[in-house]
């Protein structure tokens, strides 16, 4: 079984800065993707950032500039540093991951439990 567990949320100024980690645990082969979505009340899940385990990284409009993605694969952790916080950023962030359970298995996804972040004006 993997869990991935979220941390580093909470509330914060319009302007400040935040910075979420998720670890991944369990029965690992081998991670590929790392990434952070976010839901706000009404709205549909969103992906923020993205990160493949060489590293490359993609970023959604809206937080492009702002917010930093990196992973150490050796700690199976993704962060994702927040920074010039606005009120429309407000939401449950959730961490995902696509991984190998085992050197024969397919891939399965996994998501975290969900961190609230809330930027108040």
């Known amino acids: 079984q993997v869990q991935l567990v979220e941390s580093g949320g909470g509330l914060v100024q319009t302007g400040g800065s935040l910075r979420l980690s998720c670890v991944a645990s369990g029965s690992i082969f081998r991670i590929n993707h790392m990434g952070w979505y976010r839901q706000a009340p009404g709205k549909q899940r969103e992906l923020l950032a993205r990160?493949?385990?060489?590293?490359?990284?993609n970023y959604a409009d809206s937080v492009k500039g702002r917010f930093t993605i990196s992973r150490d694969n050796a700690k199976n952790t993704v962060y994702l540093q927040m920074n010039s916080l606005k009120p429309e950023d407000t939401a449950v962030y959730y961490c995902h991951t696509d991984l190998y359970v085992t050197k024969y298995s397919g891939v399965s996804t996994y998501w975290g439990q969900g961190t609230q972040v809330t930027v108040s004006s």
């Open positions: 990160i493949s385990n060489s590293g490359s990284t």
